[in-house]
């Protein structure tokens, strides 16, 4: 196994321990800390974060994954995960390369526009596919995409350090040229 897909699953394995803090954070530590505000979904940002950043054959692989992983840490069903998710991560790869900004604009512009379609998306879903659907709950639903849109500006920053500190994308592409260069001699 090469350093490059070593590094690449330390970089997975980082971002699922990632992941499951914040569902931790999400589900257990925020509520007992500040009750009058919905937690942030940390979580959901992490996704959004994955689904710009990643190569989307493996990110929409990896997100089922973490998904699966989500339904331990609250009750949101799995159906409802992976069909609202799948409805948002489609959306966002739909419009990312269409926007026509970059950095945390981007990333937060992104981040509303996804949490929106995941709190409607699931909405919709849940009256479709489950025996008691979710109550629409409108100012809980408002508070929480502007709670994630708040959030969204500092873990932009947070996210993107973590992200090249484990396998920044030119240090990729560098220590894979000699091994292009290598085969090519033969």
Known sequence: MSNT???FCFKVLAFTLL???????QMSFWPNIITFLPSPQIWLIIIFFISMKWKPVFTIFYIYFL???LTNFSEIPLKMLWTTLLITFTAIWFVKDRIQLSGAFAFITISLMGSMIFEVSYYFLSDLLEITPTTFMFADRLLQILINFIFSYPLYF????FDKA????DEWQKS???HQEVSSHE
């Open 5 to 7: 897909r070593l590094r």
């Open 19 to 25: 992941f499951f803090l914040s569902c931790g954070f």
């Open 67 to 69: 998904a699966y992983c």
């Open 158 to 161: 947070a996210l993107t350090s």
């Open 166 to 169: 484990l396998l920044d994308q």
């Open 176 to 178: 894979s040229q000699p």
